[in-house]
């Protein structure tokens, strides 16, 4: 019982330092300290903590909660304190009904972290745990053994898994009545205003972003340069480039009929911008376009969500107003005053747009400008200018927004884009994965007659990076892997290693098509290709059956949950007090045992050894094994032989 106990601790400690659970560093230090604790009690064998002290450590406990996740996040400082209530409860208990309370509460707590992620590998250790808990909630109050308890425990489990399968296929999908609230933290790299000279933290994030699905024969070239767009920022104001103010207002654009659509997988990110390849519409439900061609949802994407992506015609802008020139050229006074006088020189130098293009990319080659994941730290207000003139090395932030500045020095409108550039194609299911360090920014400019155009001059300094995904890239090979330290992706150069994270993306790959975004249409179309043009009709009959056949198990389940309750040593004693001549079952198990020896004298020896047993088992938790039964048996067996005589 003790194992269970530390066992229980040890759960807790598990779902505090999940990646997926941001609860802050304070937090899971006050937890590891509580477990730490609770672990040292066991081996002292002390027990119960006064409540007095537990109240002193929950004061301090929701305080330092909160200072770690702030009271904003509801949802995070929700389960933190579910976490840090039951944690407090496992140093008070002292009795089983607290520690069956435990138990109970434990089936609430486990599952909190889905409001986190819902992926297959956190779905696996939710049931590992939930079974750990249900295995050790049997043996305290049946005092079932080890053995019995995990059997049970496992077909428990197959028995929901398939329940849980032919519901999720064969039940009709209903919308939500209400969404859960979920994590308010944003997971996505990309945030709404860029600091340029920052986004290089994103390279240190090895998480899932998105993945994209194209038909057979419609997926994009792989040796082409793949940029998807999610975020416009116009605005610059010395530091950070702002998002539009257009980002959520929603505009008409007209489809592409040339170019086939394809499905987007976005992850949770807390944010509403979703990624499409140049412009796009979408015919998903609660998916808008606005007026730069970028997708974005009426609402905050708080667990992974599937659409449909349909390229559309760029908006032709032939000709600008004079407020909305003015608008793309605006830089702060006083900033960067290197950087404008440059920019100036040029456009004295150049009588179009291309050329003035053409003299920036022969300053950025032949000045020897490097792409790094590690750049300087610029110290100085004139942040571009110390970019530009003295270290020369930096992430795509570094260039777009210095290439930005200076075309709006030049009286060129720009703005930036943020999103992702790249991604890692599955050769075995024909899907591509984005991930966190593929996050990218690059420039759009505007030319008089024709309209935004794509400028990235990451491609002047590092042509490699514009193909494939961040981590192909054999010359960033070393920052890379130092960037993302302890992670399957740093050390794919291993074949070994590389195999299995491809095999593990796809089972997370399939989990989630498959499990988590099985939809209405998915499900229709399961139906159809299973039952054919009928497979509507077939749907009633069906959830009919399926509701009978829940209901049989259901009585079987019930029935076996009955006897999990009658443990061996309260058995056999029911057997064994019925051979008494007088109604013993309304008798405490010591009196009606000593009223069995007053009658079956010569079984004296072995109605107290019997009784040893059962109330060793009873009230210590000790056992009640084989020969323990066996004696029992022979006891049984004994009286009756006696009694024929």
Known sequence: MITNHLTITLSYLLITFLPVTPFGTPFNILMLLLAIWHGVMVYKKNTGVKNSLLNIIAILGIAITVISINITNTVELFVALMLLACQLKVLQATTNRQWQQIHVLNFFTIPSVFLFSQSLYVALMVMMLLGINLVAMLQLQHRASLAYSGKFTLSTVLLSMALSILLLIFMPKLPAFWQMPGPTLAKTGLTEDVDPFNIVKLAKSDELAFRAIFSDGSQPQINTPLYWRAIIHDKFDGNQWRMSNLQNVSSNLTANSNQPPY???????????????????SPTKAVNNNYFGTLFRTDKITSTFEYQVQPANARQQVHMPNWQYRFYTTLPEQLNPKTQALAKQ???????????IDLMQLYFVTQAFSYTLTPDVTNSEHKVDQFLFEYKNGFCGHYASSVAILLRSAGIPARLVSGYLGAEY??????????????????????PNEGWKV?????????????????????????????LGLSLVAWSDFKAVNWL????????????RWV???????????????????GKQWVGALVILIISVVLTLLFFYVKRAQQVKEALAIKRYRQLIGLSKKNLSAAPPKRAVDELIQQFTDHREMLQQFYADFAANRYQGKSFGKNQNKHAKNLINSIKTKAKR
């Open 501 to 512: 994270r491809l095999q593990l993306e796809q089972l997370d790959y399939q989990w989630t």
């Open 516 to 534: 988590l975004n099985f939809d209405q249409q998915k499900q229709a179309s399961l139906l159809q290709a299973l039952f054919g043009a009928k």
């Open 263 to 281: 499905k987007i997988i976005a992850q949770a990110s807390n944010l509403p911008w979703l990624y499409a390849l140049e412009h796009a519409i």
């Open 346 to 356: 040029w456009d004295l130098s150049s009588t179009t747009t291309k050329q003035f």
């Open 455 to 483: 400028l990235d001059p990451t491609a002047w300094v590092s042509p490699d990076r514009l193909l494939g995904s961040l981590s192909e890239h054999q010359t960033l090979a070393g920052e890379f892997q130092q960037n």
């Open 426 to 447: 599955n050769n075995q299911l024909g899907y591509f994965s984005v991930y966190q360090y593929d996050a990218h920014a690059w420039v759009e400019y505007y030319v």
